[in-house]
């Protein structure tokens, strides 16, 4: 089995962060919902917009 490791260095996250928001738009907002959540990529592909509107 391989094993994943997150990203711990602050300069690659921001790098990630000011690629994916110039490149594309959905890719970051998945990006910072896994970074601010700690959600599985898994997870968090299976969020609706009607679940994000139930919690605001």
Do not use: C, H
Not at 3 to 23: A, H, N, Y
């Amino acid at each position: 089995m391989n094993v994943v490791q997150p990203i711990r260095d602050f300069e690659t996250l921001e790098g990630m962060k000011r690629s994916l928001k110039t490149s594309n738009e959905r890719n970051y907002i998945l990006f910072m919902m896994g970074l601010y959540t700690a959600l599985r990529i898994s997870d968090i592909l299976r969020v609706k917009v009607s679940d994000i509107k139930m919690i605001i």
